[in-house]
T-cell receptor
């Protein structure tokens, strides 16, 4: 079992839909949870990070962490074609440990 | 403008050649990392360095070498011993001051073996 599992997709949705992207993990020591967006042939861009459980909102993006279920989510409201990208989750124990990345979910938002 | 630069954007290598990928950061970050990304395989860690003049092997270090002579620079050499070097290479850095271990990535170098 991999430490971080992420469905590769692709996930195809119509413009304006609410998108839910998810990761599960097995290491209960993870404390910090990150989401990256990667456009084709570009480097990943940090979208958000959260500490421990709870929600964090930034514009159309909401990150949610459920440590009891070892499950994290990224919600995108009012999705746009420009949101089409691969979304990678990452998590770490904190304190200069190297984060563990999921393989990424490919999202396609069609007009 | 603070950030991470990688050069070149595209690189072509002949069989048996060593090539060096450049990575520079002006974020004053202590730690730097090299990843390889292949389709469907996610990010795989090649080498990382948390302090100047020191570096550690990652999960797939065979056939690669690095140096860290300056805080801002972490070049990666892909040697002829790397049997399948065609991939997208990403450099990243982190400040190690907070606890989040968040990494910031460069734009990447696409290496193709001819």
């Amino acid at each position: 079992q991999k430490e971080v599992e992420q469905d590769p997709g692709p996930l195809s949705v119509p413009e304006g839909a609410i998108v839910s992207l998810n990761c599960t993990y097995s290491n209960s020591a993870f404390q910090y949870f990150m989401w990256y967006r990667q456009y084709s042939r570009k480097g990943p861009e940090l979208l958000m990070y959260t500490y421990s459980s709870g929600n964090k909102e930034d514009g159309r993006f909401t990150a949610q962490v459920d440590k009891s279920s070892k499950y994290i989510s990224l919600f995108i409201r009012d999705s746009q074609p420009s949101d089409s990208a691969t979304y990678l989750c990452a998590m770490s124990m904190g304190g200069s440990y190297i984060p563990t990345f999921g393989r990424g979910t490919s999202l396609i938002v069609h007009p | 403008d603070g950030g991470i630069t990688q050069s070149p954007k595209y690189l072509f290598r002949k069989e048996g050649q060593n090539v060096t990928l450049s990575c520079e950061q002006n974020l004053n970050h202590d730690a730097m990392y090299w990843y390889r990304q292949d389709p469907g395989q996610g990010l795989r860690l090649i080498y990382y360095s948390q302090i100047v003049n020191d570096f550690q092997k990652g999960d797939i270090a065979e056939g690669y070498s690095v140096s860290r002579e300056k805080k801002e620079s972490f070049p990666l050499t892909v040697t002829s011993a790397q049997k399948n070097p065609t991939a997208f290479y990403l450099c990243a850095s982190s400040d190690m001051q907070g606890n989040a271990d968040t990494q910031y990535f460069g734009p990447g170098t696409r290496l193709t073996v001819l």
